[in-house]
């Protein structure tokens, strides 16, 4: 099986910055894009940043120019900078990740459990 673990998640005054990890571990082969998504209570899951597996990146306009998306392919990481937080950033963020566990398998996409960002105003 695979497993994504996040941690980083915490309460933050508005303006200030957190900095989120979700490490992926199992039986992974390879793993293709990595991704951040968060959800706000009441509202759907939305997606907040995709970075490939050659580094190119993609955000939600809403935290474009405040948020950085990296990871580290050796340890199977990706990383979420967050910066200038606002209250409206306030909600479970959770990674995700297309694995590929053998050679001759297709991507399934993993989940992490989330973890919880608020934003104080």
């Known amino acids: 099986q695979v497993q994504l673990v996040e941690s980083g998640g915490g309460l933050v005054q508005a303006g200030g910055s957190l900095r989120l990890s979700c490490a992926a571990s199992?039986?992974?082969?390879?793993?293709?894009?990595m991704g951040w998504y968060r959800q706000a209570p009441g509202k759907q899951r939305e997606l907040v940043a995709v970075i490939t597996t050659g580094g190119n990146t993609r955000y939600a306009d809403s935290v474009s120019g405040r948020f950085t998306i990296s990871r580290d392919n050796a340890k199977n990481t990706v990383y979420l900078q967050m910066n200038s937080l606002k209250p409206e950033d306030t909600a479970a963020y959770y990674c995700n990740a297309e694995v590929r566990r053998t050679w001759f398998s297709s991507n399934t996409v993993y989940w992490g459990q989330g973890t919880q960002v608020t934003v104080s105003s």
């Open positions: 199992g039986s992974i082969f390879s793993i293709n894009d």
